[in-house]
Antibody, heavy 117, light 107 residues
Framework: EVQLVQSGAEVKKPGESLKISCKGS????????IGWVRQMPGKGLEWMGI????????RYSPSFQGQVTISADKSISTAYLQWSSLKASDTAMYYC??????????WGQGTLVTVSS | EIVMTQSPATLSVSPGERATLSCRAS??????LAWYQQKPGQAPRLLIY???TRATGIPARFSGSGSGTEFTLTISSLQSEDFAVYYC?????????FGQGTRLEIK
């Protein structure tokens, strides 16, 4: 079974750093792109960026370029999303998903990030 | 950036009836269009890709159509488990973009 398992919920203060993870299993992790999607409370889905774990080729949405860093460690089949200095406006659910031919399937269960002083 | 516009924002339909959801792209995305279902507290689930191909395990009552800029998701006979939020997504151009969602609620 193809599965993506994300790290657990995080509560952080503004200015702190954070790295969340997404571990793939049941398929060749290096052969498919992994995408990250943000969902702010009560809102829709926003595409953040994408990484190809085989060679770490990464693309970002202009809205998120410079705000986050996407990376991957293919030796442990894990992709990451990180912030160097969190803001309250980063409070959201973050999803990773495997990219097949462009469509996203499956999705991880989501990681809730709460940033509050 | 391609803007995806879904309509209506909310659709009220009775169980057993047909639901038709629309998605319009600001420029052609060919058939590079997917539909997702999201229930409260859950991750999105892929329903349709390539505008009209059902994903594995998706019931036949879900169907997608369209190409270019106009797309439709049809649910032929609504079941209680179908009441959720539905998103379209284009993957023809980067950045990938999603519609704002249609909430399908019980009438």
């Amino acid at each position: 079974e193809v599965q993506l398992v994300q790290s657990g919920a995080e509560v952080k203060k503004p200015g702190e750093s954070l790295k969340i993870s997404c571990k793939g299993s049941g398929y060749s992790f290096t052969s498919y792109w992994i995408g990250w999607v943000r969902q702010m409370p009560g809102k829709g889905l926003e595409w953040m960026g994408i990484i190809y774990p085989g060679d770490s080729d990464t693309r970002y949405s202009p809205s998120f370029q410079g705000q986050v860093t996407i990376s991957a460690d293919k030796s442990i089949s894990t992709a990451y999303l990180q912030w160097s200095s969190l803001k309250a406006s980063d409070t959201a659910m973050y999803y990773c998903a495997r990219v097949r031919f462009g469509e996203y399937d499956p999705w991880g269960q989501g990681t809730l990030v709460t940033v509050s002083s | 950036e391609i803007v995806m516009t879904q309509s209506p924002a909310t659709l009220s339909v009775s169980p057993g009836e047909r639901a038709t959801l629309s998605c319009r792209a600001s420029q052609s995305v060919s058939s590079n269009l997917a539909w997702y279902q999201q229930k409260p507290g859950q991750a999105p689930r892929l329903l349709i890709y390539g505008a009209s191909t059902r994903a594995t395990g998706i019931p036949a009552r879900f169907s997608g159509s369209g190409s270019g800029t106009e797309f439709t998701l049809t649910i032929s006979s609504l079941q209680s488990e179908d009441f959720a939020v539905y998103y379209c997504q284009q993957y023809n151009n980067w950045p990938i973009t999603f519609g704002q969602g249609t909430r399908l609620e019980i009438k």
